[in-house]
């Protein structure tokens, strides 16, 4: 290698290395080494062409170094108080969102007791005796029918017919035609094995003729004759009965009784909170020839359909199912019974508003299969041997799911009750105008709206899209008459088929004002 050739080698790996030399180290820069001693010139090949890499010294920068690199002193002071702003404007928000969270209005679930939260059942034991009297298989056929009643989510059973009618001056009397006294024990053990209360029903019952109940101010009521009948009342407390039931037109039915009655249940002390009072409504409104105070009863039994002997045509049940939902629910807890007889079909919509409304649905014997007969499942319950058989299943099928859905949901247990009014627009060309309405109402708990729709016509029927405009528009099916309902609905896109009725949770709710 020539010489100019070396020497220009070496100036460049010479200037590589003086790094920042003649300045102070700053953070982050690289100090070079001593530069080492050349190679003799005369070995110029044994030389090497580069010197080793610099080795690197790091050291912190100062607080001035910092200041200066951070814009000085007053920019630190700016950022470090930007960032204490930053943390107190945080945790104001955090704050500020509790107080939020723990003052808003929120629905608080309401505590229910026994007779609110379950079913009641009607039973008459004696459809299931046999033909001769105080056949104890009939009572074993009664027990037999409870684990299938308890299936049903009832929690109480009503039994009905056990004593004898008209004038009882000892208190409640057995038939002793249909049971006795150790069947009827024997139930009520049976009963309470299979989780079900018993309230026993005493309508058609005359305590006055023993009490003289019926006038406030009669007082020839001998303590002995009034003892009587308390411990008649007590003794049935304390073999398991739940409560007693008593019609409004009977003419014990006074504020004088109810009385004597709660009288009772509080003698029991720690348990009469599971004792109930049970008003049975026969009419259209509650008899009130004797005002009481409604703390003495617990329960009304309200039937939607008025009772007769004849099937109810279209007309009658929409008028019947319309006075109900204008009616209301009433300053007692109310249980609704089904009533009067109509069709299969009327059935399924009567299930479906018994089952919606605020208050203990009633189920009396078929009305779980859509039935106004007494009726139980065939003993081949696994392979349907008829068309009916398969009815009979879809109608169960139906009943549990809006028996899930009561349990499961708590606005249609708690929820307050809105009537909507609809303007339907029919879908054939149909120019009746005595075609029923839809019916429809709504169930509300916080931001949770169920709307109910019962089209009682026998016409499809469309809803106007102006119906109700401070609901949202679409919801989610949950169920319906027909059973294959299912998904999202947009509410103006709804056509309901003939006497069908569908639940609608509604999707986005806002509050609705009627």
């Not at 708690?414 to 075609?435: E, I, K, Q, R």
Request: charged share 20%; proline share 7%.
């Amino acid at each position: 290698m020539d010489e100019p050739r070396r020497e220009s080698l070496e100036d460049s790996a010479s200037r590589r290395m003086r790094l920042n030399a003649g300045e102070p180290a700053a953070y982050g820069s690289i100090v070079a080494a001593a530069d080492p001693e050349p190679p003799p010139r005369g070995d110029v090949e044994a030389a090497p062409l580069l010197s080793p890499a610099p080795r690197a010294v790091l050291r912190p920068l100062s607080k001035e170094e910092l200041e200066e690199a951070a814009g000085g002193p007053r920019w630190t002071r700016i950022r470090s108080r930007l960032v204490l702003l930053f943390w107190l404007t945080w945790l104001a928000m955090l704050g500020t969102a509790v107080f939020i969270v723990v003052k808003s209005p929120r629905p608080v679930a309401p505590t229910l007791r026994w007779w609110q939260k379950s079913l009641f059942y009607r039973l008459q034991p004696a459809l299931f005796m046999d033909a001769q009297p105080g056949s104890l298989r009939g009572i074993e056929a009664v027990c037999a029918q409870l684990a299938y009643i308890r299936s049903l989510g009832v929690g109480a059973v009503v039994l009905e017919g056990l004593f004898l009618t008209g004038s009882s001056p000892d208190g409640p009397v057995l038939n002793d035609s249909l049971v006795t006294g150790p069947q009827v024990e024997h139930l009520l053990r049976e009963s309470s094995k299979a989780g079900l209360r018993v309230v026993l029903d005493l309508c058609e019952l005359n305590f006055t003729a023993s009490t003289g109940v019926s006038e406030e101010n009669d007082t020839s009521v001998s303590p002995e004759r009034l003892s009587t009948v308390q411990h008649a009342l007590k003794s049935w407390l304390e073999k398991g009965v739940a409560g007693f039931a008593i019609c409004d037109t009977d003419p014990a039915y006074s504020e004088r009784t109810l009385t004597e009655w709660r009288r009772v249940i509080r003698g029991l002390k720690e348990t009469c909170a599971d004792r109930i009072v049970l008003v049975r409504q026969t009419g259209e409104e509650l008899n009130s020839t004797h005002s009481f105070n409604g703390s003495l009863v617990e329960v009304v039994m309200r039937s939607i359909l008025p009772p007769t002997h004849h099937i109810l045509s279209a007309q009658e049940v929409a008028e019947s199912m319309g006075a109900c939902l204008r009616e209301g629910v009433g300053a007692v807890w109310p249980s609704w019974t089904m009533g009067g007889r109509t069709s299969s079909e009327f059935q399924k919509l009567l299930l479906v508003l018994m089952m919606t409304l605020p208050g203990t649905p009633a189920l009396q014997p078929g009305n779980e299969l859509c039935s106004t007969r007494n009726v139980t499942l065939p003993e081949d319950q696994d392979v349907p041997s008829s068309n009916t058989d398969r009815e009979r299943r879809l109608a169960l099928a139906l009943y549990t799911s809006l028996s899930l859905s009561k349990v499961r949901e708590e606005a249609l247990v708690s929820g307050s009750f809105t009537m909507l009014s609809f303007n339907p627009s029919s879908s054939s060309n149909s120019n009746s105008t005595l075609a029923p309405p839809i019916l429809g109402f709504l169930r509300s708990w916080g931001c949770v709206q169920i709307l109910v729709v019962l089209n009682v016509g026998p016409d499809p029927q469309s809803l106007d899209p102006h119906w109700a405009q401070g609901l949202p528009s679409a919801g989610v099916f949950m169920v319906g008459t027909g059973l294959d309902r299912m998904g999202t609905v947009a509410l103006h896109a709804l056509s309901l088929r003939p006497q069908e009725a569908v639940v609608i949770k509604l999707i986005e709710a806002r509050s609705f004002s009627e």
